[in-house]
């Protein structure tokens, strides 16, 4: 990486020979990659000094983070001693193309937000398999599955809006299906679903047929998904037994989420989105299923190695799986959503601090629910405290992200092909996955390391 310039960082005063001192710099957020000392002694005087030790203490924001040196006077004279810092501006394209070339994926792109902006962001690779053009930084990527946070930040919005309680139930948004539904919906409240609690544990080829059933409009097949999910039987005796404890990762819970969003407002769920979160927040790219039309190669195309070939597509999941799994965005698009969870503002869109609370709550684990997972997040310990993240796919496209609230900082990572559940050897659709882990584990190092 070039080399952009120095900074005279601060000069020690009378430094007695085989002294150490110690200094430190307080707005280190630039990348040193080399310090100087020098000491100021007059011509023909035998002199020296040397920097035995540095490290970095990080505080809230990149402006706050302190670079910390330790200074020797290796001379025999007592001198004045000068710190001087070599720095670069670090950028992450080089990464990408590494990580792709490793992974053999067609492009990667990944991104370094915090509250104060993007500090980096870079794509490398090409849009479609066979073409020559290359992915550029304003493209547009499908990110499966966490649109899920979105759906979940959206009924924080519309709650504190008063177009919908937050504790509502399914009888509440359905009740001329009060006395035919399942006893458990009754009691089912957003909540359970955004955590993937409700007992829902699969999904029948009925309910598959109605979200895909071509006759019907999108909130429409929504609306019929909701109504054969919430008449039959699910999971037994144990989710009888132990309501909103079991944890079974299901689209069904943000589908019928969605569909009660759609009855309380009057509005589909693509309405709202747009609306309530993609324009306070400025998300000018955001939009639904894959990106661009299947005409040219003015947006990334979806890969898939399933076919023990590379094939390039524009398909996607049915529309109305859309508040588990359908929004495309720029890298700098989701960044600013990110963004919205580092500091509750953004754009034109504030939430309060008990609405970020709420979507960031973290579900204490208990025997019959281990999993850490609330309202479109999963929930570790890490850097900082309370770590959320998700990856997201609809197999053709990847993408991963991990967002530190302490720490004021998010990592992304796109990736225009699917991965593979290496864990069971399901059908390997390609190494989006594996890649996308690479851009975020280089991108974490680089941040809390450097």
């Known amino acids: 990486m070039p080399s952009q310039g120095a900074t005279k960082l601060l000069t020690f005063t009378d430094v007695q020979p085989g002294a150490t001192v110690h200094g430190w710099w307080n707005n280190a957020n630039a990348e040193v990659y080399r310090l100087n000392a020098w000491p100021k002694v007059a011509a023909g005087v035998d002199a020296s000094a040397e920097v035995t030790r540095n490290s ?3 505080h809230h924001t990149p402006s ?5 040196f330790y200074v020797k006077n290796t001379g025999a004279a007592v001198s004045d001693i000068e710190v001087w810092a070599f720095w670069w501006n670090w950028t992450i394209g080089p990464i990408l193309q590494s990580v792709r070339a490793e992974f053999g994926v067609p492009a990667l792109g990944g991104a370094i937000v915090t509250r104060q902006g993007i500090a980096a962001l870079d794509v490398a690779g090409i849009r479609k398999h066979g073409s020559d053009v290359a992915v550029d930084a304003g493209d547009r990527w499908h990110i499966g599955s966490d649109t899920k946070a979105m759906t979940a930040t959206l009924l924080a919005v519309l709650a504190a809006k008063g177009a919908v309680g937050m504790d509502i139930t399914v009888a509440d948004a359905f009740p001329e299906w009060v006395e035919t539904m399942n006893p458990m919906f009754k009691e089912t409240s957003f909540e359970r679903l955004m955590a993937h609690r409700s007992g829902i544990v699969d999904v029948t080829a009925a309910e598959s047929h109605a979200l895909s059933d071509m006759t019907k409009s ?3 097949r929504r609306r019929q998904f909701a109504q054969l999910l919430t008449h039959r039987e699910h999971g037994g005796d144990l989710i009888l037994n132990a309501p909103g404890l079991i944890f079974s990762y299901q689209n069904a819970n943000f589908i019928l989420a969605g569909a009660m969003l759609e009855r ?3 509005k589909s769920w693509e309405d709202l989105m747009k609306t309530e979160l993609f324009v306070p927040l400025g998300m000018t790219t955001a939009g639904f299923g894959a990106p661009g039309s299947g005409s040219d190669v003015s947006e990334p195309y979806g890969h898939s190695d399933a076919s023990g070939q590379r094939v390039a597509s524009k398909s996607d999941n049915t529309p109305a799986l859309g508040p588990a799994g359908t929004v495309h965005a720029s890298l700098a698009d989701w960044a600013t959503f990110i963004r919205l969870h ?8 504030t939430l309060s601090s008990s609405a970020v609370a709420r979507l960031h709550i973290d579900y204490p684990p208990n025997s019959m629910y281990p999993n850490r997972y ?8 890490d850097v900082g405290g309370l770590a959320l993240g998700h990856d997201g796919s609809n197999t053709l496209w990847y993408c991963s992200c991990q967002v530190h609230p302490n720490e004021g900082v998010g990592f992304l990572a796109v990736s225009n092909i699917g991965g593979a559940n290496r864990n069971i050897g399901a059908t390997d659709y390609g190494n989006g996955d594996a890649a996308c882990w690479k851009v975020i584990q280089t991108l974490r190092e680089h941040h809390f390391e450097s």
């Open 374 to 381: 609330g309202w479109g997040w999963i929930m570790w310990d």
């Open 218 to 220: 999108v909130t429409k």
């Open 64 to 68: 706050e983070r302190e670079l910390h």
């Open 264 to 266: 309380c407002t009057g």
């Open 56 to 58: 970095s203490v990080k």
């Open 342 to 349: 580092l500091d509750g503002s953004e754009g034109s869109l």
